[in-house]
T-cell receptor, first 112, second 113 residues
Framework: NAGVTQTPKFQVLKTGQSMTLQCAQD?????MYWYRQDPGMGLRLIYY???????DKGEVPNGYNVSRLNKREFSLRLESAAPSQTSVYFC???????????FGDGTRLSIL | DQQVKQNSPSLSVQEGRISILNCDYT??????FLWYKKYPAEGPTFLIS?????DKNEDGRFTVFLNKSAKHLSLHIVPSQPGDSAVYFC????????????FGTGTLLAVQP
């Protein structure tokens, strides 16, 4: 029972490089989310997808793009990485309304 | 502006005693509140929730209290166990069906044996 799987777990990039973070869930959930966690900031929503085929901006979308590839997969892309995007990124999914979000174990991204 | 605040970055309690974690919020339109627990190098895991129409919800050792007039909620853990040592995040839901979460900054709980 994998739940929400994120790849890679760790990544180091140079400024200006591009990168796609992958997320897949096996719970047949409709909604998926991308968050970033920074020290002293809690988790902040970057983008979300309420259902397959739809995506919307969250609180901190600048510098990111997303793709809801199918019901299972929701990817986050950094087109030109910046040091300010150094963070831990979490993907989450949710089933029907009223159920809590389930999180993956995160991707630790460092941009030099 | 932080809409969900956890003003205590850390808390230390003795095993067997009560742990009380606090959370304040500013937006009266939040209609659901959740607590998540996070161990190092893992994602947050759901612990307990409460609807804004209730003032208490209990699940085993965990109880969440909501005081809407004060815009304050708290998580009580009784009795505390060493395995409870983790970061606890308070979160609030807004956006209806989209279920967007606003997180607090977290409180690191250390339960001493």
């Amino acid at each position: 029972n994998a739940g929400v799987t994120q790849t890679p777990k760790f990544q180091v990039l140079k400024t200006g490089q591009s990168m796609t973070l992958q997320c897949a869930q096996d719970m047949n959930h409709n909604s998926m989310y991308w968050y970033r966690q920074d020290p002293g900031m809690g988790l902040r929503l970057i983008y979300y997808s309420a259902s397959e085929g739809t995506t919307d901006k969250g609180e901190v979308p600048n510098g990111y793009n997303v793709s809801r590839l199918n019901k299972r997969e929701f990817s986050l892309r950094l087109e030109s990485a910046a040091p300010s995007q150094t963070s831990v990124y979490f993907c989450a999914s949710r089933g029907v309304l009223g159920q809590p979000q389930h999180f993956g174990d995160g991707t630790r991204l460092s941009i030099l | 502006d932080q809409q969900v605040k956890q003003n205590s970055p850390s808390l230390s309690v003795q095993e067997g005693r009560i742990s009380i974690l606090n959370c304040d919020y500013t937006n009266s339109m939040f209609d659901y509140f959740l607590w998540y627990k996070k161990y190092p190098a893992e994602g947050p895991t759901f612990l307990i929730s409460i609807s804004s129409i209730k003032d208490k919800n209990e699940d085993g050792r965990f109880t969440v209290f909501l005081n809407k007039s004060a815009k304050h909620l708290s998580l009580h853990i009784v009795p505390s166990q060493p395995g409870d040592s983790a970061v606890y995040f308070c979160a609030a839901i807004y956006g209806g069906a989209t279920n967007k979460l606003i997180f607090g900054t977290g409180t690191l709980l250390a339960v001493q044996p």
